[in-house]
Structures are given as structure tokens and as C-alpha cells.
């Protein structure tokens, strides 16, 4: 039960806001057309697989007009987001460009395709003791420091190849997504 507990914050730290975020002031990658719909190849049921036990967690189901989420027990109660303009995909090389809007900054989360059945969803963790991360992106980009409510932002404004390059060195770390088989 507890590493259920686990995979599913490790989830939502990815999915949602934490109390330290990395934050664009555009969608990312900038210049790039946002999707209108999400490609039927990627639609689908996928559980969350924890990269260490190997134990599935909770679903997200990945739909045309967005995603929502359940559980391990199965309940819709996660919530839902539809592409929207508070919601945008964007695709550039191989991967999904997910940014969602949280007052003025753009959150980012990366979707890139493994193989038919296997997603990782990705972002930059800066939630570490150290705060090497910051350190190590602060000599690659200039942050700025937004504090909003309970929130710190670390701001950055790359081009869309400062923003691959940033993919290429593993500042974007994450979770596997499984598809689960259709019934």
C-alpha cells in the first residue's frame, strides 16, 4: 500500500504544480503550432509503473480532446484537463510538449514515445536537497526567480534548440507510462 502511496505522489509531482517549478513565459517549444487534438497513436489507458519496485500504479487515460485520470482501485476522482488555452500540446521531434498554465507561467511536462506501449512523462526536478539542478541550469540559461503565493517559479526563456539541448543533457527526468491491454 505504501509504495502505492509512493507512485502516485511521484505521479502528481510530475502532473502538478510543487512548491518549486520550473516555468516558461510561452508554451514551449516557442514558434511551434499547438495541436488541436492529441494523435489517436498515443490515445489509450497507460498505469504508472515505478521505476524501481516495477509496481503499476495509477491510470491515465489519454483521449483526443485531453487526458483524466483514475487510480489503482479504479476511480475517476484524479481529475481531468481538456486542451484548452490554459492547456496546449505542442509536437516537435519526438516528443509531446505539454504545457499547462498556472496564472502567467507555463508549466512543462514532456510525453515521449518509447514504443507503442511504453510512455515517459518528464519534467525538470528541482525538488532536491542540494539544489544542484538549479545550480547546474542557472550555468546554462538565465532564471529568474518568481515568488507567487506558496509557489517559487524558476523562469527561463530558451530558444526551442536551448530547450532540446536541455532534453539531450537529462535535465528532464521521469516516470513510465504502460499501456494497459485493450479488453
Not at 25 to 40: H, S
Not at 139 to 164: H, R
Request: charged share 25%; with cysteine; proline share 4%.
Amino acid at each position: 500500500m505504501r509504495s502505492g502511496f509512493i507512485v502516485l505522489c511521484c505521479c502528481w509531482a510530475l502532473l502538478l504544480l510543487s512548491c518549486q517549478e520550473v516555468s516558461f513565459t510561452k508554451a514551449q517549444p516557442a514558434g511551434v503550432a499547438a495541436l488541436r487534438q492529441l494523435p489517436q497513436s498515443i490515445c489509450g489507458e497507460y498505469q504508472i509503473r515505478d521505476n524501481t519496485t516495477g509496481e503499476m500504479g495509477d491510470t491515465i487515460i489519454i483521449e483526443p480532446w485531453g487526458y483524466r485520470t483514475k487510480d489503482a482501485a479504479g476511480k475517476d476522482w484524479l481529475g481531468a484537463a481538456h486542451l484548452s488555452d490554459t492547456l496546449v500540446v505542442k509536437q516537435y521531434e519526438n516528443y509531446f510538449f505539454i504545457n499547462f498554465k498556472e496564472g502567467d507561467q507555463w508549466i512543462l511536462r514532456l510525453l515521449k514515445v518509447k514504443s507503442p506501449n511504453v510512455l515517459t512523462l518528464m519534467s525538470i526536478n528541482l525538488e532536491t536537497e542540494t539544489g544542484e539542478q538549479l545550480q547546474r541550469l542557472n550555468k546554462k540559461l538565465k532564471v529568474k526567480k518568481i515568488e507567487q503565493d506558496d509557489y517559487v517559479f524558476y523562469q527561463i526563456n530558451p530558444t526551442p534548440a536551448q530547450l532540446m539541448s536541455l532534453i539531450k543533457e537529462d535535465y528532464f527526468t521521469g516516470l513510465e507510462l504502460w499501456r494497459k491491454p485493450s479488453n
